[in-house]
T-cell receptor
Framework: DADVTQTPRNRITKTGKRIMLECSQT?????MYWYRQDPGLGLRLIYY???????NKGEISDGYSVSRQAQAKFSLSLESAIPNQTALYFC?????????????FGSGTQLSVL | SQQGEEDPQALSIQEGENATMNCSYK?????LQWYRQNSGRGLVHLIL?????REKHSGRLRVTLDTSKKSSSLLITASRAADTASYFC???????????FGTGTQLKVEL
């Protein structure tokens, strides 16, 4: 089984709809992240969480919200989806080894907003 | 704006050749990392080089870091068709800041 699991893998929705993307992990990491990937723009950070009671905005949090339901679960919501939120979304976890931190990614959710 | 910029954006080589990708960044870093992404899949961590290191090896991968030029290179030796993927550099500026990814290099290795 994958260590970082995202559901759904693909989703098509309409403008104005509320949608939730889910992420769960079995790696036992405290830190979890949501990124979006657009062609030619690399990955941009939406939100991150260092533990269950910690939520932080990233570079592009407008239009998104998150919930850290448990150490292993971190969900991303689009309250009212718009077409420019069409992108590939990734959840990631990390372990910090001293001053160094590396990420472990899920397989992604391709979201299309029509 | 992106902290890391990869160069070239796309690279096509023959199997067996070496592939070199470059990453430039703007601010001081704690470490720099390289990730690989197969088409439409999640990124996979390849190698991490600390700011006080100049070169690091892992199998067929060789990474160099020049902090004076704020640049890094990833060399894949004896490339294989299975190396076809996008490669991203990511910089960790420390101080609680998060990893910032570049825009990636698309590598195609042809038989």
């Amino acid at each position: 089984d994958a260590d970082v699991t995202q559901t759904p893998r693909n989703r098509i929705t309409k403008t104005g709809k509320r949608i939730m993307l889910e992420c769960s992990q079995t790696k036992g990491h405290d830190r979890m992240y949501w990124y979006r990937q657009d062609p030619g723009l690399g990955l941009r950070l939406i939100y991150y969480s260092f533990d269950v009671k910690d939520i932080n905005k990233g570079e592009i949090s407008d239009g998104y919200s998150v919930s850290r339901q448990a150490q292993a679960k971190f969900s991303l919501s689009l309250e009212s989806a718009i077409p420019n939120q069409t992108a590939l979304y990734f959840c990631a976890t990390s372990e910090r080894q001293g001053a160094n931190e590396k990420l472990f990614f899920g397989s992604g959710t391709q979201l299309s907003v029509l | 704006s992106q902290q890391g910029e990869e160069d070239p954006q796309a690279l096509s080589i023959q199997e067996g050749e070496n592939a070199t990708m470059n990453c430039s960044y703007k601010t001081s870093i704690n470490n720099l990392q390289w990730y690989r992404q197969n088409s439409g899949r999640g990124l996979v961590h390849l190698i991490l080089i600390r700011s006080n290191e100049r070169e690091k090896h892992s199998g067929r991968l060789r990474v160099t870091l020049d902090t004076s030029k704020k640049s890094s290179s990833l060399l894949i030796t004896a490339s294989r068709a299975a190396d076809t993927a996008s490669y991203f550099c990511a910089t960790d500026t420390g101080g609680g800041n998060k990893l910032t990814f570049g825009t990636g290099t698309q590598l195609k290795v042809e038989l």
